[in-house]
């Protein structure tokens, strides 16, 4: 039986939206001493994860055509 869950780096970057928009919900209530987790750094964090996966995405997209396009011709 295949898997149903999600997995990946896109699962990722979502879910850590998920985590700012909880931590948001927070308001000024939310103050972690470490500067890794504040608020700004999560949203810098998820704003340059989101572009690199988006570039990979685009980046790798021709090659998943050709290798779609290749299979095809392979099993007419």
């Known amino acids: 039986?295949?898997?149903t869950s999600e997995t990946g780096h896109a699962k990722n970057v979502?879910?850590?939206d998920d985590l700012i928009s909880f931590v948001t919900?927070?308001?000024t209530t939310y103050?972690?001493?470490?500067?890794?987790?504040?608020?700004?750094t999560?949203?810098?964090l998820y704003n340059d994860l989101k572009a690199k996966n988006t570039a990979v995405v685009t980046a790798t997209t021709p090659?998943?055509?050709s290798r779609i396009s290749r299979n095809d011709i392979l099993y007419i």
């Open 31 to 40: 103050n972690p001493s470490k500067s890794i987790i504040k608020l700004t």
């Open 42 to 44: 999560l949203q810098t």
């Open 25 to 27: 919900g927070y308001g």
């Open 1 to 3: 039986m295949a898997s």
């Open 63 to 65: 090659l998943s055509n």
């Open 14 to 16: 979502a879910n850590l």
